[in-house]
């Protein structure tokens, strides 16, 4: 089993930043992507930003400029710097560990909420 742990978000105003971290840990052999989503209530989760093992990002056309993806493999750990928030960016943020097995397995942390004051 693979535990995934949030932590960074909160309350900030319009302009600020805030930087999300996301630790794996658990039953490990091979992560390959790592990613953030996030979700309001009653929409459906959304792709924010996700990088590969190799380090090949991938980012929602809303966040570009402005978000920020990285990892480090050695501590299994994703990073979102998230600059110039805008009160629309106001979600919970998931974050999404696909370790390779057998097959992709995914699995999910339980969400951070980030909140942007106008």
């Known amino acids: 089993q693979v535990q995934v742990v949030e932590s960074g978000g909160g309350l900030v105003q319009a302009g600020g930043s805030l930087r999300l971290s996301c630790a794996a840990s658990?039953?490990?052999?091979?992560?390959?992507?790592m990613g953030w989503y996030r979700q309001a209530p009653g929409k459906q989760r959304e792709l924010v930003a996700t990088?590969?093992?190799?380090?090949?990002?991938n980012y929602a056309d809303s966040v570009k400029g402005r978000f920020t993806i990285s990892r480090d493999n050695a501590k299994n750990t994703v990073y979102l710097q998230m600059n110039s928030l805008k009160p629309e960016d106001t979600d919970v943020y998931y974050c999404?560990?696909?370790?390779?097995?057998?097959?992709?397995?995914?699995?999910w942390g339980q969400g951070t909420q980030v909140t942007v004051s106008s």
């Open positions: 658990g039953s490990i052999f091979s992560i390959s992507a």
């Open positions: 990088i590969t093992s190799g380090g090949s990002t």
């Open positions: 999404k560990v696909t370790v390779t097995g057998r097959a992709l397995y995914h699995f």
